[in-house]
């Protein structure tokens, strides 16, 4: 370890001491601030434009369904198109419903994972083959 950058006073990272370190952190705080200020207010406006009423078009379509009017909004357009996306077949979709439902697919990502190294180890051997055939 290199003791002499840890003496208090003693200028390490800056040249000009611990006076500059401190403004520097106080910018720093400042700015990290200023940015969650900033992602709290695109949160809430995300959360009034998902809070909106539908159009007629998308509503007339989610009232088809016999979803009431009252539960009718922006969000409830998104989880359709989730919805339908998921039973097309799209494993992103139905990874992201069952994580809006909370089930856990932990098991089945390993399932996938297991069966994704198995693969892979079955091309490498096959390779390993191949360089081995073509080298005799």
Known sequence: MNNHNLKKGVATQYKSGEKAAKEAGKKGGIKSGEA???KKSM????????????????????KALGISPDDIDNE?????ALFDK????DINAI???RNILGVDNAAEDLKLRNKDSKRKDKELELKEKTFENNNW
């Open 36 to 38: 969650k200020r900033k």
């Open 43 to 62: 949160r809430e406006k995300m959360e009034l434009l998902l809070s909106l009423p539908a159009d007629d078009t998308d509503a007339d379509n989610l």
């Open 76 to 80: 409830m357009i998104i989880i359709k």
């Open 86 to 89: 998921a039973a097309t077949g």
């Open 95 to 97: 990874r992201e419903v």
